[in-house]
């Protein structure tokens, strides 16, 4: 995606993947690269994500 310049103009891209594991697994690494993602798929902010497991054990 970088080499298309997907971050630098006004484009954007589908990603495909078969699970939501994938899904979790694919939008993170493009997040940590800098892309804004946007998931279509099943999230469980208290459960697949460190900032969220964090904010969890503190409430609980």
């Keep these: 995606m ?5 971050s630098e103009r006004a484009l954007s891209c589908g ?3 078969r699970t939501n594991t994938e899904l979790r697994e694919v939008a993170d690494i493009l997040r940590e690269t800098g892309y804004d993602v946007v998931e ?3 999230r469980m902010p208290a459960e697949d994500n ?5 904010v969890r054990a503190l409430v609980e």
Excluded: K, S, T
């Design 50 to 54: 460190p900032p969220g497991v964090a």
């Design 40 to 42: 279509e798929g099943r």
């Design 15 to 17: 990603v495909l993947v």
């Design 2 to 6: 970088a080499e298309l310049g997907v």
